[in-house]
């Protein structure tokens, strides 16, 4: 993500975590070390990549404990996906072997 667009949230959330209410003031020191610009659906479950609208200030504790909730909803979509392909493979094949078996009858 461009640095102007974390600016650009960073500035509409007046540099403060959505989750916890840390403000983050520039004597703190380099801005990376304490909020960081965060997708609020993440790009992985569709969200839109630069809509502001989907983007949020975090800190980067409240950062770490979302993208782990992320991760594990991502997780889940990517078994449910792979179950779903499983279950549409063995309906073709189920469908194949029943033609086969009526060829024989």
């Known amino acids: ?3 102007w667009l974390k600016i650009k949230i960073f500035t509409r ?3 403060t975590c959505q989750k ?3 403000v983050y003031n520039q004597n703190d020191g380099y801005i990376g070390k304490y909020i960081e610009c965060d997708h609020i659906i993440p790009i992985a479950l569709d969200g839109a990549e630069l809509d502001p609208k989907n983007l949020q200030t975090l800190c980067v504790k409240c950062h770490k404990e979302k993208t782990k909730e992320d991760v594990n909803k991502i997780a889940e979509k990517r ?3 792979k179950e779903r392909l499983e279950a549409i493979e063995l309906e073709k094949k189920r469908q194949r072997y029943a ?3 009526e060829s024989l009858a």
């Open 79 to 81: 078994r449910e996906e």
């Open 13 to 15: 959330d007046n540099y």
């Open 1 to 3: 993500m461009e640095n």
């Open 20 to 22: 916890c209410g840390y």
């Open 99 to 101: 033609q086969y078996w």
